[in-house]
């Protein structure tokens, strides 16, 4: 029974359009809610701006955008999800954080072909729970190299 513990990951449940997705809770910093953002000038179009996050200049990105979906005016439900990526703390914009569980390892699957419509290399897997479906995202991947750098500069 001990040794179960261990094969759960820890994860925090979040909302886009009517779709369940789960970051690992080791990548999360907080959840905040939404706040006034300061639009950056040239950057890409799913960065939405920066937020001032007790002290440090956070870069951040709309996920609905990031991934192709409608944008969705923001509610009293919306989050902004701060998590790390290499060496940077980004804000991720959801639709609603649900929840903190833990998902058994053996409950992970290797990501489909298509998702909704989140590209499949955004995704680290999909896990089947009782009545629901979450699907795992690479925060590595949802940005490239090159984006982050382009988020640090927006930083400093």
Wanted: no cysteine; aromatic share 4%; charged share 30%.
């Amino acid at each position: 029974m001990e040794n179960e513990a261990v094969l759960d990951k820890k994860v925090i449940v979040f909302q886009l359009k009517n779709e369940e997705y789960a970051v690992s809770v080791e990548q999360v910093g907080s959840i905040e809610r939404i706040e006034p953002i300061t639009r950056v000038p040239q950057t890409a179009d799913f960065v939405k701006g920066v937020i001032n996050m007790r002290g440090v200049v956070t870069p951040i990105i709309d996920l609905r955008k990031r991934f192709g979906i409608e944008e969705a005016e923001y509610s009293e439900a919306t989050r902004i999800i701060i998590v790390y990526m290499d060496d940077i703390e980004v804000g991720l914009i959801v639709d609603a954080a649900n929840d903190v569980i833990d998902i058994p390892e053996s409950s992970i699957e290797p990501a489909p072909e298509v998702v909704g419509t989140v590209d499949v290399d955004y995704l680290e897997g999909v896990a089947k729970l009782k009545n629901r479906l979450l699907i795992l995202l690479n925060l590595q991947k949802v940005l490239s190299k090159n984006e982050i750098k382009q988020l640090k500069s927006v930083e400093g």
